[in-house]
């Protein structure tokens, strides 16, 4: 049951609050399973838990949520063929993508490979010149260097006709996520929990999690053969950093065997013991444990930047580094390249807005911007930057020579790939493809308002949709209810994101008595938040910019507020406290 929280039909955001109600006795019987406050029970119940499965969401466990890696439709294949590479010592070629989630796949490949014994070669195509997915020069590179398997992880799935040449030269393996369209490649296996005859329920993961099942399976088989009999079997936990990294920074659910997967990897990351995650946490200075947002926000970002508009190798190189020094290196490449990436950036993105907010006037269902010299390596970027301002489905394109190239964005709900693959079904687009969340594509220009009209077509339900997305209230709470130990308890439900959320608590009828500017550029508000009778609240409003909800906060005009956000316990220097981020607010109607 869905109903308006707190009479806010728009916010100072724009945003209309709903109030979600989960069944009491379900809510009461999760707080009670937990020895929790009822507020975390209802927060249980509201992502559909019940007291016998609330246990395993709080406490997650890859012993009790993964299952056997046979489920996955030509995974015991895989599992031979790389089992006879391992045992005969073949040179494999692991070719992968050029973002976060090719790049630790990739890595996983390579590291569990070379543990084992075998020459690996790894490639990383070039965003620019080669594009997403295999190619045949690449390809056939790699086979005149020797190798006798080719694995390609995220990526591949689409690629038959790329792939059907190669069969007299070598042996393929696909491991991916992404759609199929038309026919499967004709290779040794393609494991893809996304294939349309796959059944394992698996369709969440990303290519990080469908390689590590594989070298799970791999290990399994090589032990039934007697291979490790004789040596050491590498420890495949160690690997789950790169697993939880990768599923967080493809925005992959994180519920069930995903949310395994990034609360194990977590506490990987936390040892520090992989040498280039811990010199990417230090230049990124993140000297705190590290959580889901350091993977999404720190992590991620600086792997990305190098696929982006630098050596598409770089991240790859970074995860698969094995001292210090080099991995010291890599980082700080990488931190400058993400410093240059968000100066390309920022100089697209005003000229992006302007022309996504005409096309939102026209009418449209989806926004279809395009621009010359807009670098490709930032497209995706704007994209999202442009979906999140106006809560529709954006595709941004760099145009010239004839060619338009691009990323798109889009809102749940509305499902981007596939209209996107219909696009190209329809002989709009050369290529093109993706996730209902994400799609890449590349047409002639001409062809451009065609797409637009196609797209507009394809998705019109977006064209209902409020001007900015709905915030989903799921408690309230009084200053003096604001404690460190519902802090704690609330951060039993992490690590937070893409089908797990972090709860957004209103704080109603409080006023913000101090708001100052911090950080280097002043777009940070700390605010001080009062009640009637209550104590004061430190809080903090991030991307404050010149909004009209930080403007309300800072007036100092004595408005009576309702405040959105996440009470948390926040780590600064080996201190905790207490704290409240500010995502929304509401002027009470009666003050």
């Known amino acids: 049951m869905t109903d308006t ?130 190619n045949t020069m690449a390809l056939e590179g790699l086979a005149d260097q020797g190798a006798t398997l080719i694995v390609c992880v995220d990526c591949g799935t689409a690629a038959a006709a790329i792939l059907a ?4 030269r070598c042996d393929i393996i696909v491991l991916d996520h992404h759609a199929a369209q038309g026919d499967l490649p004709r290779v040794a296996a393609v494991v893809n929990p996304n294939r349309p005859d796959c059944t394992s329920g698996l369709r969440m993961l990303c290519a990080g999690g469908v390689a590590f099942m594989t070298a799970v399976a791999l290990h399994r088989t090589l032990r039934r053969q007697g291979f490790f009999t004789d040596r050491p079997e590498p420890d495949l936990k160690a690997l789950l950093d790169l697993v939880a990294l990768s599923t967080v920074c493809d925005v992959m659910p994180l519920t069930g065997l995903n949310r395994a997967f990034v609360t194990a990897g977590l506490r990987v ?20 444990k590290p959580t889901a947002m350091s993977l999404g926000w720190t992590l991620g970002p600086r792997i990305n930047a190098a696929g982006r508009i630098s050596e598409a190798d770089l991240g790859l190189r970074l995860l698969v580094a094995e001292d210090a020094q080099s991995a010291t290196h890599l980082a700080a490449t990488l931190d400058s390249i993400n410093r240059t ?59 010239g020579d004839g060619m338009a190239k691009g990323s798109g964005r889009s809102v749940p709900g509305i499902d981007l790939g596939a209209a996107v693959i219909a696009a190209k079904a329809h002989g709009l687009l050369m290529t093109g493809g993706g996730h209902p969340m994400a799609a890449g594509f590349a047409l002639r220009e001409e062809n451009l308002p065609a797409l637009h009209a196609f797209l507009d077509e394809r998705l019109a339900a977006a064209r209902i949709l409020p001007g900015a997305a709905d915030l989903d209230v799921e408690g309230t709470l009084s200053l003096a209810g604001c404690t460190a130990e519902l802090a704690e308890q609330l951060a039993r439900l992490a690590p937070f994101g893409a089908g797990n959320p972090e709860p957004v608590l209103v704080l109603p009828r409080v006023r913000a008595v101090i708001a100052q500017r911090i950080g280097r550029e002043g777009n940070t508000l700390r605010v001080f938040l009062e009640g009637e009778g209550g104590p004061r609240l430190k809080s903090v409003l991030f991307r404050a910019g010149d909004t ?43 003050a």
């Open 165 to 168: 040449p190669l069969a007299p």
């Open 548 to 590: 009209p909800l930080a403007k309300a906060l800072e007036s100092r005009d004595g408005a009576v507020f309702h405040a959105a956000g996440h009470l948390r316990l926040e780590s600064w220097q080996g201190r905790t406290s207490l704290g409240f981020t500010i995502v929304d607010a509401a002027l009470a109607k009666h």
């Open 5 to 134: 929280a707190l009479g806010v039909t728009e916010s100072l955001s724009g945003r209309h609050w709903l109030w979600r109600e989960a069944e009491p006795r379900i809510a009461q019987a999760i707080a009670q399973r937990l020895d929790a406050p009822e507020l975390v029970g209802r927060i249980l119940a509201l992502r559909g838990l019940q007291p016998d499965t609330a246990p395993d969401f709080v406490e997650p466990t890859l012993r009790a949520l993964m299952p056997d890696p046979s489920v996955l439709q030509d995974m015991d294949q895989a599992a031979a063929r790389l089992a006879q590479a391992v045992r005969a010592g073949e040179t494999v070629a692991v070719f992968g993508d050029y973002d976060v989630d090719g790049a630790c796949s990739g890595a996983i490949m390579a590291l569990v490979l070379r543990s084992l014994g075998c020459t690996v070669l790894s490639y990383v195509p070039d965003r620019m010149t080669e594009g997403y997915g295999p």
């Open 341 to 399: 990436r968000q100066s390309v950036e920022s100089d697209i993105l005003d000229q992006a807005m302007a022309m996504a907010e005409q096309q939102i006037q026209a009418g449209h269902a989806a926004i279809l911007v395009a621009g010359v010299q807009w670098h490709i390596g930032v497209v995706g970027i704007i994209a999202g930057r442009i979906k999140e301002r106006f809560n529709r489905p954006a595709l941004v394109a760099n145009r």
């Open 269 to 288: 990351l936390e040892r520090r013991a992989r040498p280039g995650l811990a010199a990417l946490l230090d230049v990124a200075k993140v000297h705190e």
